[in-house]
């Protein structure tokens, strides 16, 4: 196949517009504060039918008009509205193209964009033996997951999705008119070519045309069976004791901090790169904190090694540990697992397969290249803590990250955070539950008509996340501004002057416990000055210095701007 081919003459797929009993449902994703009304959605099944559908879409427009939105759903878990908006004229659906298969004219393992985290794990693991280290959200489309970096159980131990990505098959728009069928690999001679799949490494969906396929070589086998722990605080206890609550997530984040170091105590300075853990620092509502661990069963230490992180995390909390029997977002309750519980690795991936109810929500993330600062563990049980706020689905989750993640450079794929040790993401879900309307039911049609429903959510995440990072301008920005010789130091955003080498926090200038944000959890607050008042644009925050690249990237393969959404890569700087 050469890069310039064009597929024409084939089905676009089906089209379902309004009145079709399918609207509805097509119209949507996941997330249900977002519900498009879209001219039609084409439900394709081939990478003919996508060229097909961009080609008739192309075709109803002149050459010079501006386009209305086309976008791409695989799995349809888009946090914002850049899939289901309320401007997008048509959405692509490609949840037909699910096939994971070992492609034996590549010599690589096939994933089309479709195929979601939990097929592609049997469909891989089964035949093959070999698994994608994605994450456990079992309805998460690959076709987004992998495009934004997608990262999961597995990670720690052997990296992120795209550091196996070999090639991508992506249908673009290069000229005014016509879509084509390119494939770009990590070896293609064609240094344009190259720096395509580069972009695909972690450059966020939506951007650079229809991703169709993604083929993958050294896939790792993961550990036959996993130990699986599942524990959890009650609120009432951590609250009489907030020193105790602190104590706990210090801890936990200074483990990952001083991983491989001799700053851990000597039992705790072996190997744990296969061991990822889930921190739920949930509302108080929920009644209960939980904490998530996974380890490697096969090694004859993995039992001992999880008590002593255990043991280690907690030293300062007194508090004993209690079964996780409840929902602490997407993840079920789990109240057998505080007896530590060896499983198949696949039995535990489906244990942990959990996305949640389909609900409203909004996220925001964070990178974290230290431990907590005694500010953050303040902000944290304050928020967390509040009583003007009732909702046991809200919650900061904090991943582990870090080890075989950190091992490639910034650059080597469009992933900038390659130093990072937890991967925090900020969460709040709820329903409509009232009928303001009228109308006898409640729907979306109630949110539309009072936005009171979800103002108290967006006020407490939002809220929450602008004091956490209050000293770098209410966002975690990816370092901190240099402050020259004897002068006095400002932070700027935050308003606040220094005299010292260190901050507040007691991080030195020049650095900072954050790096930025994840793509796969956009947040359009970034692209707020009231939200950000860092100086670093919501970009920076994504991309770091990638972002330059990932311009031109969009510029060759994209340069009528089809593919856009409110955080999409920009033509020009803005």
């Known amino acids: 196949m050469t890069v310039n081919e064009v597929r024409t003459g084939a089905d676009y797929g089906t089209e379902v517009g309004p009145g079709d009993a399918r609207y509805e449902a097509l119209r949507r994703g996941f997330n249900q504060r977002w519900i498009a009304t879209p001219d039609y959605v084409t439900v394709v099944g081939s990478t003919d039918e996508v060229v097909a559908a961009l080609n ?159 083929w993958f070589k050294g896939l790792p086998k993961p550990p036959s069976q996993v130990l699986l722990s599942a524990v959890a605080w009650p609120w009432e206890r951590l609250k009489e004791n907030p020193e105790g609550f602190k104590s706990l997530v210090r801890n936990y984040g200074l483990f990952f901090e001083y991983e491989n170091t001799q700053r851990l105590p000597e039992g705790l300075r072996g190997d744990y790169s296969d061991m990822f853990t889930l921190l739920k620092l949930t509302h108080h509502s929920n009644g209960k904190v939980g904490l998530i661990t996974q380890l490697d069963a096969t090694r004859p230490d993995s039992v001992a090694r999880l008590e002593a992180f255990l043991d280690w995390i907690t030293r300062d909390l007194g508090v004993e540990p209690t079964p996780l029997d409840r929902r602490m977002g ?83 794929t469009a992933v900038y955070q390659r130093s990072s040790v937890m991967k925090l993401q900020y969460q709040t879900y709820w329903s409509w539950k009232t009928d303001v309307n009228d109308d006898g039911v409640a729907d979306h049609h109630d949110a539309e008509a009072d936005a009171s429903i979800e103002a108290p959510h967006l006020r407490w995440i939002r809220e929450f996340y602008r004091d956490m990072y209050e000293d770098t301008g209410g966002v975690p920005i990816l370092e901190r501004p240099e402050v020259p010789a004897g002068a006095t130091a400002a932070t700027g955003a935050a308003g606040a002057a220094e005299d010292s080498a260190t901050g507040e926090d007691g991080v030195p200038h020049g650095e900072s416990v954050t790096d930025g944000c994840y793509i796969n959890y956009p947040d359009t607050d970034l692209n707020d000055p009231y939200w950000n008042r860092s100086g670093q644009p919501w970009y920076r925050l994504y991309f770091g210095d990638n972002y330059e690249r990932l311009q031109e990237v969009k510029r060759r393969w994209d340069p009528r701007d089809v593919f856009r959404h409110a955080q999409s890569i920009r033509l020009a700087d803005d």
């Not at 393992?109 to 959200?137: I, K, M, Q, R």
């Not at 999961?152 to 098959?169: C, I, K, N, P």
């Not at 109240?335 to 519980?341: A, F, M, Q, R, S």
């Not at 909702?391 to 990250?401: F, G």
Request: aromatic fraction near 10%; proline fraction near 5%.
């Open 330 to 412: 997407e993840h079920a309750p789990m109240g057998g697992l505080d007896v530590p519980t060896r499983l198949p690795w696949l039995t535990a991936t489906q244990t942990l397969n959990g996305s949640g109810d389909n609900q409203c929500g909004k996220y925001k993330s964070a990178y974290m290249n230290r431990g907590f600062t005694e500010r953050q563990l303040d902000v944290i049980f304050s928020h967390l803590t509040r009583d003007d706020y009732d909702n046991p689905q809200a919650l900061l989750q904090v991943d582990s990250y870090g080890a075989a993640v950190n091992l490639p450079e910034s650059g080597d």
């Open 56 to 214: 008739k879409f192309l075709a109803g427009h002149g050459p010079v008009d501006e386009l209305p939105r086309i976008t791409v759903r695989s799995g349809g878990h888009c946090y914002e509205n850049f899939v289901c908006g309320d401007d997008v004229s048509v959405i692509l659906d490609l949840g037909q193209m699910d096939r994971a298969y070992l492609d034996q004219e590549m010599g690589a393992y096939c994933v089309e964009a479709g195929a979601t985290n939990w097929h592609v794990a049997t469909h891989l693991y089964g035949p093959f033996g070999v698994a994608l280290p994605g994450g456990s959200c079992y309805s998460v489309g690959a076709g987004g997951h992998i495009v934004g970096g997608g990262y999961g159980l597995l990670s720690r131990q052997h990296g992120l999705t795209v550091d196996y990505l070999y090639a991508v098959e992506v249908v673009v728009v290069r000229d005014e008119q016509h879509a084509e069928v390119v494939i770009a690999r990590r070896d293609s001679p064609e240094p344009e070519l190259q720096a395509l799949w580069w972009a695909h490494t972690g450059g966020g969906g939506g951007n650079f045309g229809v991703v169709t396929r993604y």
